[in-house]
């Protein structure tokens, strides 16, 4: 029940396409939900996150869309460009109303390649 | 503004040997601390997360143990490294207030031969 199932596993898209992470959960507990991105040798970096009383969340081409009743949200990055290539993790966690410090459950991670 | 600190960035030593890797972090108070490892090309394994001084929580049994001697440092060690422990080690933090969320550190990759 605390698993966070992401998809794909690897993704190649074209330079200025849409590239399409998808994540599930199955906690209806889960109440905050970020995205990672991750370029080799480094640590995973803060990209966008929503909480689920909002079904979209926007910054620059970073795009959360939500579906709580699906249980499942995903990340819309458009007009790809190649320095988008990275590892992308999904997380969710419960934050509550009293603070955040709680524990991320990671997805395994979607590898995004960006061609010229 | 807060930053995390890892050291070493890398490190390479003999199976049977101790290890001690360091986390620290500045601009805040009181953060919940964590430690992760990264197989190679693989996702994100909680190790430990401490909420204070002294209060460790370990979250996969191994051969590593963490220690949180003062509020803003983080160590993570071993008595004898297995070539199982190779990886890239990750130290992240996360305030306790409403809006904060997770960062982490840039890492420390260790290889055991």
């Known amino acids: 029940q605390q698993q966070v199932k992401q998809s794909p596993q690897s993704l190649i898209v074209q330079k200025g396409g849409i590239s399409i992470i998808n994540c599930a959960y199955e906690?209806?507990?889960?109440?905050?939900f970020p995205w990672y991105q991750q370029f080799p040798g480094k640590g995973p970096a803060l990209l966008i996150a929503?909480?689920?009383?909002?079904s979209e969340k926007k910054e620059g081409r970073f795009t959360i869309s939500f579906n709580k009743s699906a249980k499942q949200f995903s990340l819309h990055i458009m007009d790809s460009q190649p320095g988008d290539s990275a590892t992308y993790f999904c997380a969710a966690s419960i934050r509550g109303l009293t603070g955040g410090g709680n524990k991320l459950t990671f997805g395994t991670g979607t590898q995004l390649k960006v061609e010229l | 503004s807060q930053t995390i600190h890892q050291w070493p960035a890398t490190l390479v030593q003999p199976v049977g040997s101790p290890l001690s890797l360091e986390c620290t972090v500045e601009?805040?108070?009181?953060?919940?601390l964590y430690w992760y490892r990264q197989a190679a090309g693989r996702g994100l394994q909680l190790l430990f997360y401490?909420?204070?001084?002294?209060?460790i929580s370990s979250e996969v049994p191994q051969n590593l143990s963490a220690s949180r001697p003062q509020d803003r440092q983080f160590i993570l060690s071993s008595k004898k490294l297995l070539l199982s422990d190779s990886g890239f080690y990750l130290c992240?933090?996360?305030?306790?207030?409403?809006?904060?969320?997770?960062?982490f550190g840039p890492g420390t990759r260790l290889t055991v031969l």
């Open positions: 906690n209806t507990a889960f109440d905050y």
């Open positions: 929503i909480r689920p009383d909002v």
């Open positions: 992240a933090w996360w305030g306790k207030s409403v809006g904060d969320e997770q960062f």
């Open positions: 401490s909420v204070g001084i002294g209060q």
């Open positions: 601009g805040t108070s009181n953060p919940n």
